[in-house]
């Protein structure tokens, strides 16, 4: 996963894909988004994976950023599964086994 940038009151990262609390049901993240938020910008992003600013590499980097949308649309997933169960945790776990 991108790692998690640390801001102060910045509104665009209450929306942003590693939010937890973001719409399970929004668009999956642009590959802008996921840089920018992981990241700051793209050159730092593929220098963070020891890539180029070339052709070829920035293909590459296409590729992981595609990995990394897949595993935040999954935890996205998880979380609204999790939120239809009553909130997941002990006692919703122990109120299905019933």
């Known amino acids: 996963m991108p790692p ?11 929306n942003s894909p590693s939010n ?13 988004r996921i840089v920018k938020d992981g990241w700051g910008d793209r050159p730092n992003f593929q220098l963070s994976f020891g890539l180029r ?11 992981i950023l595609d990995g990394f949308r897949e595993d935040i649309m999954e935890e996205r997933d998880e979380a609204k599964k999790n939120s239809s169960w009553g909130g997941g945790g002990a006692a919703g776990k122990a109120e299905w086994e019933k």
Request: net charge negative; no cysteine.
């Open 20 to 32: 937890p609390k973001a719409s399970t049901d929004s668009p999956p993240p642009t590959n802008y």
């Open 4 to 14: 998690k940038q640390e801001s102060g009151t910045n509104t665009a990262s209450q």
């Open 53 to 63: 600013m070339t052709p070829e590499d920035i293909e590459e980097g296409n590729r």
